[in-house]
């Protein structure tokens, strides 16, 4: 059972995380994407090619909806369809050179921002940030 103490952090770690998200996210490359497309994007580069499904599921997205995200990124020339190796009723989507060129000019322009702010701590403060990753990880993966 939560406690007082539990609930309070809880309001002050949101809203921390919520403002840094925000000023993180105007740190953005590429504005033209919407976050949900950001997202797909980034999950097709990290977990590979996947159909439909599997990125709608990845994404908690219903499948209607990916399919309008995946057309819209592969009209931008952001993702690749191709057939299903072993089904030929479906096709797995990718993401393209572009997309990765994308994604990486917006990861390194972020991570500058980040370590540009984090250079102004103290190292106990450094300190405490990479402790609270780990845990932040493991809120992040329940």
Avoid at 1 to 29: G, K, Y
Avoid at 34 to 59: F, I, K, N, V, Y
């Amino acid at each position: 059972m939560p406690t007082r103490r539990d609930s309070e952090l809880a309001s002050s770690l949101r809203l921390a995380v919520m403002r840094l998200a925000r000023r993180m996210r105007a740190e953005r490359a590429d504005t033209s994407l919407t976050l949900s497309q950001l997202a797909a994007l980034s999950t097709l580069e990290r977990h590979g090619a996947m159909t439909p499904r599997e990125l709608a599921a990845a994404e908690r997205v219903r499948p209607p909806s990916l399919t309008r995200l995946a057309s819209s990124l592969e009209e931008q020339g952001l993702i690749t369809r191709a057939p299903h190796a072993s089904d030929g009723r479906q096709v797995l989507l990718s993401v393209s050179a572009a997309g990765v060129a994308l994604l990486r000019e917006d990861r390194r322009r972020r991570d500058a921002w980040l370590a540009q702010q984090l250079a102004g701590l103290s190292d106990d403060e450094r300190v405490a940030l990479q402790q609270a990753t780990a845990v932040l990880d493991r809120l992040a993966a329940t």
